[in-house]
């Protein structure tokens, strides 16, 4: 069963910070995280493991909540460069490789 | 590394027609998966091969489609006939065992069935 993230789109403007939710009706083992640009393929963030530690790079990090099923994805002083859609993808088979993804947050960073 | 190599990028065909998709994983990479994208429904996982051997099909529609790989550098996904509601983007990925799990995805074939 497909994530639900929310929101489904937002518009920040530079230097502002952003949160992505991603929910899972699912135990989940990993939760991975996308970006894909307009016209372009989905490029790999980082990943998230069952009993890991929260995650990140820049001025992009993520948090896992085992016990909710949840997963966020935090963008701090956004850059126009952020902009794109962010896609969650879930794992709930312990395998780290099939993973499910959701519908996607758009995300638009504006001067 | 080149990265994933699809093709063709962009295919146009009339419905009823077969279409073959190609794609040409990162070598070295032991994982390859087939990927739908639609404004509807996402970013669907269609099938996805383990060194060569598809693990896992439940995500192909139905038995019009069909995914072979016949070797560790070269796969295929079949549409046989084509419908208007197979047009996509299809990506294909591919990952390695010791890897970060990290996906990486090729530019994609944008399919439009008439």
């Known amino acids: 069963q497909q994530p639900v993230q929310s929101p489904q789109a937002v518009i920040l403007r530079e230097g502002e910070d952003a949160v992505i939710n991603c929910s899972s009706s699912?135990?989940?083992?990993?939760v991975h995280w996308y970006r894909q640009k307009h016209g372009e393929a989905p490029v790999f963030l980082m990943i998230l493991l069952k009993g890991g530690e929260q995650k990140g790079h820049e001025k992009i990090s993520a948090s896992f909540n085992e016990k909710k099923q949840q997963s966020s994805l935090y963008l701090t002083a956004s850059q126009l460069s952020y902009s794109g859609t962010y896609f969650c993808?879930?794992?709930?088979?312990?395998?780290?490789?099939?993973?499910?993804f959701g519908t996607g947050t758009k995300l638009q960073v504006i001067p | 590394d080149a990265g994933v190599i699809q093709s063709p990028r962009h295919e146009v065909t009339e419905m009823g027609q077969e279409v073959t998709l190609r794609c040409k994983p990162i070598s070295g990479h032991d994982y390859l998966f087939w990927y739908r994208q639609t404004m509807m429904r996402g970013l669907e996982l269609l099938i996805y091969f383990n060194n060569n051997v598809p693990i896992d099909d439940s995500g192909m529609p139905e038995d019009r489609f069909s995914a072979k790989m016949p070797n560790a550098s070269f796969s295929t996904l079949k549409i046989q006939p084509s419908e208007p509601r197979d047009s996509a983007v299809y990506f294909c990925?591919?990952?390695?065992?010791?890897?970060?799990?990290?996906?990486?995805f090729g530019p994609g074939t944008r399919l439009t069935v008439t």
């Open positions: 990925a591919s990952s390695w065992t010791g890897g970060s799990y990290e996906q990486y």
């Open positions: 993808g879930t794992d709930s088979s312990g395998g780290y490789q099939k993973v499910t």
């Open positions: 699912k135990a989940l083992y990993s």
